[in-house]
């Protein structure tokens, strides 16, 4: 993947010109914009806004509900706005856009757009600003719940200011007396038929004139002071030439509490640069849970984007009523309830690292989301899997009993193990009426076959597999907690992957309900009974019980053969039932690291199983080319779509020098860590301190390793060893080692090794 010369001298100069102590100078919120249908390279878009916020804000280059919401090759930008997307394939929710406009008044999308370049833009977490080609400047800073945006406008030009109520029905009423605009928006997907995001808009300057406008035939209506409708929305006349500021909040619950929001986030500051330093020393202190040292400016660069990325999502979807208790607006039942409340993410993507990452920086809030899905469950009869920020079901697996089996085994305990557990089984033995993953398509033939056939069921074997993993995280649970029922049912199924391995071509493969396996087999051919892969990719989805999979497989040489010839596999690309190259194809070949497709979810773990064969050294020397090759700080950072944190958080972990190949266990596997020295400051204070001594991009290879000054041969750490605070040291060299101690060392958790195998 080719970095842009001009973006990582902009970045390096930024850096060089900030204060030492000040981490968001190495964020680049451009990180992964240069994305389309065809090719993403990220699928973000440049994010101004506070960890795990409410509410976000970012330039708008695409139309009103294109889900690609800024395009880093587009030459004009239409609307700054209040977003809250997590992928461009799901579109967004609650979103309206403010709008700088000189001279004649424009209120057409495409009229109002204005021409920028990249090299007047700047783009971090505590500030945006953008100067267009016209001379207007436009600067953003944001709270959890608002935002604090100022519009300069050119010496002598008439300046206006527009409001667009994007797609659905909106409201906006002006308030001349006040300097003030207040209305609703009720767009999205997947939201009850009462919702509304209202808003509250103040600016610091009178009103020359105003008028209403509805952007669906852009007709205006001038000194209208209310409208309501498809589309509607404001527009204001200020003085020529003049500077504006205007402080935006908004709530799920009422206007009044979008007032609130206001009042609390906003109200002390005057000027855009106090909201502004306040967000900064937000992300100062939540980047500063992890310093880095050693490695290239480049390297920071890269991991403190990724951390940025890793730290949105899931967004807060609770506010805070007048005496700073909690409650929300639920997107399940459409009422009001005491609380928390998550939303904006899809466990499909998360389980597998955001939430682990989550759980070790940021256990009280995990504790509370754990409560929060079974609040959900209460209130549509459902556990989640894609909230966004009601339920979509979208992607398969049953992936929320991973998030709270996880939290429970590392000790997150803020929850009824008993209700998660009858969630699940409800989850498991029934088929909802959303997506795929709301629950199980194929649960009755799964439960009898042992397998979820196709081509009865599409994806069946993706879905096997990950119905498997997701039994043995109610299996953990039930059995932590005492729940024999739970435990001996899930206990049956949870070896079930074994029924979708086909010993004569060693893959895993699609077979229909007689047992008989698909015909024509090609292991370069994605879909049909995978899930945006093939059986290269789907191959390794046995997160629990790698070592049962090692015993299927023909024992550790073959094992490690297979995980070579991913890599030594050519890039083929056999489309199959996609009919035509999809994104994440393109991704792979583009990659050039044979069949290996870290643009997406189900293989970005294989890296990582070296070492249940005892070959750690394969392990550290690919989680390295990995993280050299396909991620950097540009607007082509990522290797695919990063999905709601996901693909940041793989590298955050990874260049920690670990991940979490199981969740539902308190295990992080080893790999090889890009820095020097990275102190995590856990959220009580304790801090585990990890030295790699002699690290650098030649000395990869971990030669021996001590934890709090004791010889270390396991090839794991477990959650407790870092959440108790440390000093994990690492020897590396430039050479791997293959010696009979490493062999020896002690292996990561699997399945089969602590369970009879029934």
């Known amino acids: 993947m080719k970095v842009r010369p001009l973006i990582i001298f902009l970045i390096c100069i930024r850096i060089a010109y900030a204060q030492p102590s000040d981490l968001t100078r190495y964020v680049n919120t451009l990180q992964g914009t240069n994305s389309k249908h065809e090719l993403t390279r990220g699928n973000t878009y440049p994010t101004t806004a506070l960890p795990f916020g409410m509410n976000t804000w970012t330039p708008q280059t695409g139309r009103n509900g294109d889900g690609w919401k800024y395009q880093y090759f587009k030459e004009t930008i239409r609307g700054f706005q209040q977003a809250h997307q997590c992928s461009s394939w799901s579109n967004d929710y609650a979103v309206f856009s403010l709008m700088p406009v000189s001279g004649a008044l424009k209120v057409n999308e495409d009229e109002r757009a204005l021409k920028f370049r990249h090299e007047k833009e700047t783009a971090r977490p505590d500030y945006y600003k953008v100067e267009f080609e016209n001379g207007i400047r436009t600067e953003m800073a944001p709270t959890e719940r608002g935002a604090h945006l100022r519009f300069s406008f050119p010496r002598g030009e008439k300046s206006y200011v527009v409001l667009?109520?994007?797609?659905?029905?909106?409201?906006?009423?002006?308030?001349?007396?006040?300097?003030?605009?207040?209305?609703?928006?009720?767009?999205?997907?997947?939201?009850?038929?009462?919702?509304?995001?209202?808003?509250?808009?103040?600016?610091?300057?009178?009103?020359?004139?105003?008028?209403?406008?509805?952007?669906?035939?852009?007709?205006?209506?001038?000194?209208?002071?209310?409208?309501?409708?498809?589309?509607?929305?404001?527009?204001?006349?200020?003085?020529?030439?003049?500077?504006?500021?205007?402080?935006?909040?908004?709530?799920?619950?009422?206007?009044g509490q979008a007032e609130l929001n206001l009042r609390r986030e906003l109200g002390s500051f005057k000027k855009l640069e106090d909201t502004k330093a306040a967000a900064q020393k937000i992300w100062n202190g939540h980047l500063g849970r992890i310093v880095v040292e050693g490695g290239t400016e480049e390297d920071k660069s890269t991991f403190y984007s990724c951390f940025f990325r890793a730290s949105l999502f899931s967004r807060q979807f609770f506010e805070y009523d007048k005496?700073?208790?909690?409650?929300?607006?639920?997107?399940?039942?459409?009422?009001?309830?005491?609380?928390?409340?998550?939303?904006?993410?899809?466990?499909?993507?998360?389980?597998?690292?955001?939430?682990?990452?989550?759980?070790?920086?940021?256990?009280?809030?995990?504790?509370?989301?754990?409560?929060?899905?079974?609040?959900?469950?209460?209130?549509?009869?459902?556990?989640?899997?894609?909230?966004?920020?009601?339920?979509?079901?979208?992607m398969i697996g049953n992936h929320a009993i991973?998030?709270?089996?996880?939290?429970?085994?590392?000790?997150?305990?803020?929850?009824?193990?008993?209700?998660?557990?009858?969630?699940?089984?409800?989850?498991?033995?029934?088929?909802?009426?959303?997506?795929?993953?709301?629950?199980?398509h194929g649960w009755k033939e799964y439960y009898q076959l042992g397998y979820v056939p196709y081509p009865e069921y599409g994806e069946g074997t993706a879905k096997t597999l990950e119905y498997a993993y997701d039994d043995f995280c109610a299996y953990q649970l039930a059995r932590q907690t005492g729940q024999k029922f739970y435990q001996e049912v899930f206990q049956r199924q949870m070896y079930n992957y074994r029924n979708v391995y086909d010993a004569a071509s060693g893959f895993m493969r699609g077979r229909n309900s007689k047992g008989e396996w698909k015909a024509g087999f090609d292991p370069f051919e994605w879909g049909g009974p995978y899930t945006e892969g093939n059986a290269w990719h789907w191959q390794w989805s046995v997160f629990h019980d790698v070592q049962g999979l090692i015993n299927l497989m023909g024992g550790r040489g073959a094992f490690v053969r297979k995980l070579d010839s991913v890599f030594s596999s050519p890039s083929t690309v056999n489309t199959g039932s996609y009919g035509g190259m999809i994104h994440e194809m393109t991704e792979m070949v583009m990659a050039n690291m044979g069949q290996y497709a870290h643009g997406n979810q189900p293989i970005?773990?294989?890296?990582?199983?070296?070492?249940?064969?005892?070959?750690?050294?394969?392990?550290?020397?690919?989680v390295r080319e990995v993280m050299r090759k396909l991620y950097n700080a540009t607007e082509n950072g990522y290797p695919g779509d990063e999905d709601q944190g996901q693909t940041s958080s793989w590298y955050v972990l990874s260049a920690l020098g670990f991940y979490s190949v199981c969740p539902g266990t308190d295990e992080y596997v080893l790999g090889s860590p890009v820095f020097r020295k990275a102190t995590i400051t856990l959220e009580d204070g304790k801090k585990f301190v990890i030295e790699a001594n002699g690290n650098n991009d030649k000395n990869l290879y971990v030669s021996s390793m001590q934890l709090n000054g004791k010889p270390y041969d396991a090839l794991f750490l477990r959650y407790q060893d870092i959440a108790e605070g440390g000093v994990f040291q690492l020897q590396m060299q430039e050479r791997p080692d293959s010696t009979a101690a490493h062999r020896a060392a002690r292996l990561p958790f699997s399945l089969s090794s602590e369970v009879p195998v029934p």
């Open 164 to 255: 667009d109520g994007y797609t659905k029905m909106s409201m906006v009423k002006i308030i001349p007396s006040e300097r003030k605009i207040v209305g609703y928006v009720n767009n999205g997907h997947y939201v009850p038929e009462n919702f509304r995001n209202y808003f509250v808009a103040v600016f610091d300057k009178p009103f020359k004139s105003y008028g209403t406008w509805e952007n669906i035939r852009n007709t205006t209506t001038s000194n209208a002071r209310e409208k309501e409708g498809k589309g509607a929305g404001a527009y204001l006349q200020f003085a020529d030439g003049e500077q504006v500021q205007v402080k935006v909040a908004s709530s799920y619950i009422s206007a």
């Open 323 to 394: 005496s700073g208790q909690p409650y929300y607006y639920s997107p399940y039942d459409g009422k009001i309830h005491k609380g928390y409340m998550f939303t904006d993410t899809g466990f499909w993507d998360t389980f597998r690292a955001q939430f682990p990452l989550t759980a070790l920086l940021h256990p009280t809030m995990q504790g509370r989301y754990m409560k929060a899905m079974l609040a959900a469950y209460e209130q549509c009869g459902w556990l989640p899997s894609w909230s966004f920020p009601g339920e979509g079901g979208s």
């Open 402 to 440: 991973s998030l709270l089996a996880d939290a429970w085994v590392k000790g997150i305990r803020t929850f009824d193990p008993v209700k998660a557990l009858e969630a699940y089984f409800h989850e498991a033995m029934n088929k909802g009426p959303w997506g795929p993953a709301n629950g199980r």
């Open 604 to 622: 970005q773990h294989m890296v990582y199983l070296y070492n249940y064969a005892g070959q750690p050294w394969k392990t550290q020397y690919h």
